[in-house]
Nanobody, 120 residues
Framework: QVQLVESGGGLVQAGGSLRLSCAAS????????MGWYRQAPGKQRELVAT???????NYADSVKGRFTISRDNAKNTVYLQMNSLKPEDTAVYSC??????????????WGQGTQVTVSS
């Protein structure tokens, strides 16, 4: 089994910054893609950013130029640096990891989510 533990959420004023972290632990052979998703009240969950094990990144248009995703493969940890935050960034942010437990066994895992609230 694999656990993803997020940290770093909170309340911040518009224009401020936050850094989210998500550490994976458990039965891990390797991790392919890691990513951040968010869900605002009354809305569907949406992709924020993803990063592959080799460092290729992908961002939602709404966060390009403001958010940066990175990862430390040695620590099985993914980060999301969020700058120039806007009230519309308010949501529960969850991390996701595509984990190979063995060379033949792969599953997707989710963290419990961390609240990010941006006040105007």
């Amino acid at each position: 089994q694999v656990q993803l533990v997020e940290s770093g959420g909170g309340l911040v004023q518009a224009g401020g910054s936050l850094r989210l972290s998500c550490a994976a632990s458990g039965r891990i052979f390797s991790i392919n893609v890691m990513g951040w998703y968010r869900q605002a009240p009354g809305k569907q969950r949406e992709l924020v950013a993803t990063i592959t094990s080799s460092g290729s990144t992908n961002y939602a248009d709404s966060v390009k130029g403001r958010f940066t995703i990175s990862r430390d493969n040695a620590k099985n940890t993914v980060y999301l640096q969020m700058n120039s935050l806007k009230p519309e960034d308010t949501a529960v942010y969850s991390c996701n990891a595509n984990v190979w437990a063995t060379v033949t066994m792969v599953n997707d895992y989710w963290g419990q989510g961390t609240q990010v609230t941006v006040s105007s």
